[in-house]
């Protein structure tokens, strides 16, 4: 069945520092979304990458989809206190009937001040 | 609106016994998820539903576990009987559909489970 690797699994930086995730997937996907998590709370949605070589940007955060459909990326520039948590991608499988969304395991994120 | 929202957010209970995890999804979406997150295995997706029907179970990881929809506003997830391996955060969440900005997941807070 469909993967998706997400790596590195641990991240710590001092504040200020960039920080970058990145997610591939064993198929191609149609889309792959982001999510958040902070400690002890729920994943949140942050954003959904579409089409082939897409790039989008919030404020100090970039995330890029790849030209393949099979990887992306999630970076944050001069990272702060208040990035810390689990930084999670997940993806939709093209064709077919796969109607999962596949998450990664995720990369923590710590931030030392 | 309140989100999606479950209940209880902690549980703690002895092995063999029988635990109801509950969820109300976002009025309006059309599809519920349940997800289990250890730090082992991540975040699984257990079971969905979409207008109440459940769609694919598969996740569902054996014959102990059962999950219900009777009404667009409810759903529970039973364990039965819980063993601790089955300690886990156990979520709850719900999109408006399956396509584009549609399938946005709304997560809820989460049931803690412990079992002993």
């Known amino acids: 069945g469909q993967q998706v690797m997400q790596i590195p699994q641990y991240q710590h930086v001092q504040e200020g520092e960039d920080f970058t995730t990145y997610c591939n997937s064993s198929?191609?996907?149609?889309?792959i979304q982001w999510y958040k998590q902070r400690p002890g709370g729920h994943p949140v949605f942050l954003i959904q990458?579409?089409?082939?070589?897409e790039v989008k940007k919030q404020k100090r955060l970039t995330f890029q989809f790849g030209e393949a459909k099979k990887n992306s990326s999630l970076h944050i520039t001069a990272t702060q206190t208040t990035d810390v948590g689990t930084y999670f991608c997940?993806?939709?499988?093209?064709?077919?009937?796969?109607?999962?969304?596949?998450f990664g395991k995720g990369t923590l994120l710590t931030v030392n001040p | 609106d309140a989100g999606v929202i479950q209940s209880p957010r902690h549980e703690v209970t002895e092995m063999g016994q029988e635990v109801t995890l509950r969820c109300k999804p976002i009025?309006?979406?059309?599809?519920l998820f349940w997800y289990r997150q250890t730090m082992m295995r991540g975040l699984e997706l257990l079971i969905y539903?979409?207008?109440?029907?459940?769609?694919?179970d598969s996740g569902m990881p054996e014959d102990r576990f059962s999950a219900k929809m009777p009404n667009a506003s409810f759903s529970t997830l039973k364990i039965q009987p819980s063993e601790p391996r089955d300690s886990a955060v156990y979520f709850c969440?719900?999109?408006?559909?399956?396509?584009?900005?549609?399938?946005?997941?709304?997560f809820g807070p989460g049931t803690r489970l412990l079992v002993l």
């Open positions: 990458l579409v089409k082939s070589g």
């Open positions: 969440a719900s999109s408006l559909g399956l396509a584009g900005m549609r399938e946005t997941q709304y």
């Open positions: 997940a993806g939709r499988g093209s064709g077919g009937s796969n109607y999962k969304l596949t």
């Open positions: 009025s309006g979406h059309d599809y």
């Open positions: 198929t191609t996907l149609s889309n």
């Open positions: 539903f979409n207008n109440n029907v459940p769609i694919d």
